[in-house]
């Protein structure tokens, strides 16, 4: 017998695969009252159907047009979350003094900016590079949610056992195909990758995913030591003239 009772979800996640808001947004909205489902005010844990009509109060979209979206380029020496092991968290570096002069946004720095700034995915400690710290639940869903699939392009020096110089030579070239594709990290198979010499002493990573130390952990398994690593670009955005340590904002007409 087939079962034809129709499928629900939670509501807070429904309003994240429409793009609406983040999880922890909807919840917010719908204790404000600013949500109503086929009519009737939401409530909080509420099952909806898939074509169960979803009205959001203009307030909400107040709201959430004033969220703020800042590109880092973060040093090494900064965690990208919490404060650790003594080591600050990037978002520090977020202030008016640090504020690209270069900046084509015309958002002025407001201390408000700084409530729920949280980055959109990680930068490890010895890593340099673009950093996304967001407001924005849409953001971070897009480039750190489940299904995402933006790209994240680094730039990587290698060494190869003695090879510090000249290490395209030395590395063989079969040991390059693994990386792009043919290895695995904590018992799960990585996805294909883009990997390519950007200099004798430099690899080009392009990847779709983000386990923790991913590049360095990849290298390992082959043979190399990634003695630097700097991420330059996610999706359309990329680091570009951005100084060390200086941030802007994702302007209006950018997207990831």
Request: hydrophobic share 35%.
């Given at each position: 017998?087939?079962?034809?009772?129709?499928?629900?979800t939670?509501?807070?996640?429904r309003?994240?695969e429409l793009?609406?808001?983040s999880?922890?947004?909807?919840?917010d909205?719908?204790a404000?009252?600013?949500?109503r489902?086929d009519?009737?005010a939401a409530t909080m844990?509420?099952?909806v159907?898939a074509?169960a009509?979803?009205?959001?109060?203009?307030a909400?979209r107040?709201?959430?047009q004033?969220?703020v979206?800042v590109?880092l380029?973060k040093p090494?020496?900064y965690v990208?979350g919490?404060a650790?092991?003594g080591?600050?968290?990037?978002?520090?570096?977020v202030?008016?003094?640090s504020?690209?002069?270069?900046d084509p946004s015309?958002?002025r720095?407001?201390?408000?900016q700084?409530?729920g700034?949280?980055?959109?995915g990680?930068?490890?400690i010895?890593s340099t590079?673009?950093?996304?710290?967001?407001?924005?639940?849409r953001?971070?869903?897009?480039?750190?949610g489940?299904?995402?699939?933006v790209e994240k392009?680094?730039?990587?020096?290698?060494?190869y056992?003695?090879?510090?110089?000249?290490v395209?030579?030395?590395f063989?070239?079969?040991?390059?195909a693994?990386?792009?594709?043919?290895?695995?990290?904590?018992g799960?198979?990585?996805r294909?990758a883009?990997v390519?010499?950007?200099?004798?002493?430099?690899l080009?990573?392009?990847l779709?995913?983000g386990?923790?130390?991913q590049?360095?952990?990849?290298?390992?398994?082959?043979g190399l030591?990634?003695?630097?690593?700097?991420?330059?670009?996610?999706g359309?955005?990329?680091l570009?003239q951005?100084?060390?340590?200086?941030?802007r904002?994702?302007?209006p007409g950018?997207t990831?």
């Open positions: 017998m087939i079962d034809s009772t129709p499928s629900t939670r509501l807070n996640k309003m994240a793009g609406l808001c999880r922890r947004e909807a919840d909205w719908i404000r009252g600013w949500v489902v009519g009737s844990g509420q099952q159907g074509q009509r979803i009205d959001i109060d203009p909400a107040g709201q959430q004033q969220q979206t590109i380029h090494i020496g990208s919490q650790e092991d080591h600050q968290p990037a978002v520090t570096l202030q008016a003094r504020h690209w002069h270069g015309r958002l720095f407001a201390p408000s700084l409530r700034l949280a980055p959109a990680r930068l490890d010895d590079g673009l950093l996304v710290l967001t407001q924005d639940g953001v971070a869903r897009q480039l750190i489940e299904d995402s699939d392009e680094y730039l990587v020096r290698v060494t056992g003695d090879a510090q110089t000249d395209a030579a030395a063989p070239s079969a040991a390059l693994r990386l792009r594709h043919g290895l695995s990290l904590d799960k198979a990585l294909p883009r390519d010499w950007q200099n004798p002493e430099q080009r990573f392009v779709r995913e386990r923790k130390r590049i360095r952990r990849m290298c390992e398994q082959v030591k990634a003695v630097g690593l700097k991420r330059v670009r996610i359309r955005i990329t570009g951005l100084p060390l340590g200086q941030w904002y994702l302007g950018e990831f």
